[in-house]
T-cell receptor, first 113, second 110 residues
């Protein structure tokens, strides 16, 4: 059974700082891994999707990496802004006929002006 | 218009009442999912459906039932609501690669 862990649970940084959010998973036979953003009381927005054949994906100031052998993914946010404040969740999908996501509990990010 | 819509967005109900949460999607995907989110517990899968005739239990299906009325519609029912079903409920659809989430329904059972 896939288990996903996110560290840290909460992170507070000053504006402009570069930061890394961590995600680890137990099943290395992962099909893909997604990073989501969730604003308080709102739905989830998909930020980046890394498929098993890929090592990283980039979108603007965001870069996500996937290392299946070590069971780790990281989300790098460059030059953080107060508008980046949200909860970030990673989710792994074991794929195949039993496609469904297993979520971590999230990292609550606060970027202080 | 949003790709995935959920109704109602907020609902307060009493213990023992039956309640239905509805979800519609315009993505044309076969796969649909219901999750609940509790503070500190992340998202947990309740039920999922890979097509109209295929419905599967997730991690926490007890106390819930679902109906897939059409490719675009997937409803979640609580037959007899209890207070520990107070949570944020999300519907999602997938193309087999990426998932798309609705805005959520905040359900409070008193």
């Amino acid at each position: 059974k896939q288990e996903v862990t996110q560290i840290p649970a909460a992170l507070s940084v000053p504006e402009g700082e570069n930061l890394v959010l961590n995600c680890s998973f137990t099943d290395s036979a992962i099909y893909n891994l997604q990073w989501f953003r969730q604003d308080p009381g709102k739905g989830l927005t998909s930020l980046l999707l890394i498929q098993s054949s890929q090592r990283e994906q980039t979108s603007g100031r965001l870069n996500a990496s996937l290392d299946k052998s070590s069971g780790r993914s990281t989300l790098y946010i460059a030059a953080s802004q107060p508008g980046d404040s949200a909860t970030y969740l990673c989710a792994g999908n074991s794929g195949g006929s039993n496609y469904k996501l297993t979520f971590g509990k999230g990292t609550l990010l606060t970027v202080n002006p | 218009d949003a790709d995935v819509t959920q109704t109602p967005r907020n609902r307060i109900t009493k213990t023992g009442k039956r309640i239905m949460l509805e979800c519609s999607q315009t993505k044309g995907h076969d796969r649909m999912y219901w999750y609940r989110q509790d503070p500190g517990l992340g998202l947990q899968l309740i039920y999922y459906s890979f097509d109209v005739k295929d419905i599967n239990k997730g991690e926490i299906s007890d106390g819930y039932s679902v109906s897939r009325q059409a490719q675009a519609k997937f409803s979640l029912s609580l037959e007899s609501a209890i207070p520990n079903q107070t949570a944020l409920y999300f519907c999602a659809t997938s193309d087999g690669v990426r998932e798309y989430f609705g805005p959520g329904t905040r359900l409070t059972v008193t």
